[in-house]
């Protein structure tokens, strides 16, 4: 039947991001997140956008997303809700120096004892 755009494959769960305000801090400064400003005019609310990777397996597979896959989606800062967008392969929201960039900052987090 038909579903919501955001409800998985037959019998999966839906696509969602359950990350706190926190949970996504740590995600950007381990350098598995990277975020921006979606273009905002006097009439729209502020609205932003978060790709992410490898931050729950489980949301991950929903998104059908695999190890290393960054995941983007539209954030509504008034509602703390994540609305899925696509991968970044498709949307390329996330540029290949930024994620070297995200790269390198994780191996460096993994240095830190």
């Known amino acids: 039947g038909l579903g919501s755009e955001d409800q998985g494959a037959e019998g999966c769960p839906p696509c969602t991001l359950t990350l706190t305000h926190q949970g996504a801090f740590n995600l950007v400064s381990s350098g598995r997140g990277f975020s921006g400003g979606i273009g905002r005019s006097a009439s729209e609310s502020p609205r932003v956008w978060r790709c992410v990777r490898d931050w729950d397996v489980e949301e991950q597979l929903a998104c059908g997303a695999g190890p ?10 008034t509602t703390g ?6 991968l970044n392969s498709d949307l390329e929201m996330v540029s290949e120096s930024a994620m070297a960039r995200g790269r390198a900052k994780e191996l460096e987090g993994a240095l830190v004892v």
């Open 81 to 86: 809700i994540y609305k899925i967008m696509g």
């Open 68 to 77: 290393g896959d960054l995941v983007c989606f539209e954030y509504a800062p």
